[in-house]
Structure formats: structure tokens, C-alpha cells
């Protein structure tokens, strides 16, 4: 079986049987595209250390980051291994292949005052009504209030709100469910949105009269469910003064779960509440959280 053949079953494989995400999905195949043009399109058993060696090298050569060939190399072991299991191939030639380390990356943490202040910026410009002023507050409002990732955000549907609870019901990686709280702040803008603002966003679908998807939560300016792209362009937006211009709305996220350990909150329930498979995953933040007990101290402290 050639590579490109076998790249599309393993794929459907990663959608269809391990329910990975889209995004997750369109990295593997991004992956798995760029190897294809190293080796060309060749039967599957004619990969070797060797070329996948080669094929790392090239992209080191391209100046790649070492997350990008870190995670090219996962695609790689996983994509083999399955061919493996399915008889497609003999023997896996990733087996030896080394991933290069990756640098720990800190996430980007906004303070709890310069949060505040924006979000009621941006309250305080939803107060006239306008429905996409309602919709981008109670968005940040919920990436914040919720710790959710966007790709969860955007796929909120009404019925997945419970307001008396303030709670929210998402899908996360591998289409996991768990039920995130939301606090006090959130619940409001939240409820302004729905009553002023999305039934307005609603009835501008260009044919009304077609229902279609009619149960997201966050809606575009045209009716239509909100995608990723543009709750990265309302983040960048309102953040990118405060973190710089390449943030993205898992600052938010970042930031909630930063805060929360600011406050005392246990590190395993804030794992579950962020769906977190591994602690590990987790415990990044309370690196963030030490470094800002650090600066401060040294700041402060007389003896410092």
C-alpha cells in the first residue's frame, strides 16, 4: 500500500474510530503530507530509519521549531504503528526514531486586574445592546469563567447550558463530556446574550425560513454557529494590548487555571476541570504560579 493510501485510512482511522479532533486530525495529515513529499508517494514497506531520519533533518534545515518535529515524530510512531497492527506492513521503522526535546514554554498569564478591567470594558460596551458587543463579552467572560478550549466554546449548543446550575456541558479532546462550573459574572453576560443578543444574530441568517443549525450558542454576524477563527480575532482583540499580538483564547484559559491555583484551589480539581488526561498537563501551571510568588517576593522582600 502506497503512502498517500495509507495515510487516508489511518486518518479516517484517528476521526472515525479514536474520535480525535479536527484540528488534531488536520495536524496528522499536515504531518503525514510533508513525509509523503520527502519520500514520494512509494508502497509503505519501502520506508526505513534512514528516510525518516532524513525527513526530520530536512524539516530541522526548514528552521521548524522543536515542538513541529517533536510532534512530526509522534505523528510518525503513531502512523506506523497502526499500520502495523493492521497488517499494511512487517516491521515499524519509527521504532528508533528520537524525538527532539522540547523547550518548556510557560503560558502567557494576564493578571486578575487587568482581566477585570477589560471585562468590564467590555460589559460596559454590551450595555447598549448591541448584539455582537453581547456575544464577544459573554464569550471571554465564559473562556475565562469556564477554562474551556475554543474549539469547546464554539461547539456550545443552547440545550448544553444549564443557567440555574451555571454549568456548561462540553465536548473535549477525543469527544470526552465533562460539566465545567462558571461563576457569577459569566452567568450574567451570559444571559444578556441570550435573551438581547443571539435571537438578533439569529434572524440574520440570509434564509430565515431554513432552520438548519439553529442550536449553537455563539453565533457569527450572519446567524451562522461561530467558528475558532473568530474568537481568535475577539481575544487578539481585546488581550493582544495586555499579552501581545499573537495571543489566543487559550491565554484565557491559561489564565483561569493560573488563578485558581492562585486562590487555593486543589490541583486535581482543577485537572477535571480542565480535562485534563494527565496531572503532568496540569502541573505546568503551578510552574506560573511559582514564578509569580518569586518575582513578587523578590520585588518585596527587604532581604530578597
Known sequence: MRIGQAAQAYLAHLAEVRRMSSATVRAYRSDLAD???TAGDVDLSLIDLE???EWLWRATQRGDARSTIARRTSSARGFFAWAVDEGVIAADPSLRLVAPKR???LPKVATTDALAG???ALGAAAV???P???RDHALLELLYGAAVRVSELCGLDVGDIDQSRRTARVFGKGAKERVVPFGGAAARALDAYL???RPVLLARRPDPSHTGDTSAVFLGARGAR???RAVYDVVARVLGPELGAAVGPHALRHSAATHLLDGGADLRAVQEMLGHASLGTTQIYTHVSSERLTATYRLAHPRA
Open 118 to 120: 477589560m471585562l468590564d
Open 132 to 134: 455582537l458587543a453581547l
Open 51 to 53: 528516510l525518516l531520519r
Open 195 to 197: 435573551v438581547r443578543g
Open 226 to 228: 461561530l467558528g475558532p
Open 103 to 105: 523547550g518548556r514554554t
Open 128 to 130: 447598549d445592546g448591541d
Open 35 to 37: 513525509l509523503s513529499a
